[in-house]
């Protein structure tokens, strides 16, 4: 489909989101969803504000790759489309995924890269999970 429209709460304005389109909001507020000229797959990243946040990058690399920056929490990369190859340091070589596949990275110790090449038709999502405790010490 051509995305998503959301509204939040019954006085609320409609936003409309295109395809791979991060979008943050409480899921306090009743919400509303329409879709916009077709079907679409929707992720949603739900966290306890106890615990933290969660970022979600969008990464649609090519032959030469795309790069993104992990830590010092844990992170989840999962592909809407490839086949992707992932390169984690120090982990030795690339994993292959295909879209439906999940990479978890629980412990980065710190920050590292994460390296994902494709022939540039393929998209991943990067969440990164920010724990309350490491955004105050940073």
Request: aromatic share 2%; net charge neutral.
């Amino acid at each position: 489909g051509a995305g998503l429209r959301l509204r939040h709460g019954p006085d609320g304005a409609w936003v409309t989101l295109a395809p791979l389109t991060p979008y943050a909001f409480s899921g306090d507020v009743p919400t509303d969803a329409e879709l916009v000229d077709g079907p679409v797959r929707d992720l949603n990243v739900l966290v306890r504000r106890a615990y933290g946040r969660a970022l979600v990058h969008v990464l649609q690399p090519g032959p030469a790759g795309a790069e993104a920056l992990l830590g010092p929490g844990p992170a989840l990369v999962h592909v809407v489309g490839g086949p992707l190859r992932a390169t984690v340091p120090p982990a030795p070589g690339a994993t292959l995924l295909r879209p439906g596949d999940s990479l978890c990275v629980l412990d980065t110790a710190g920050t590292c890269g994460l390296t994902l090449a494709g022939d540039g038709t393929g998209a991943a999502l990067v969440i990164a999970l920010e724990p309350r405790a490491l955004r105050r010490a940073i």
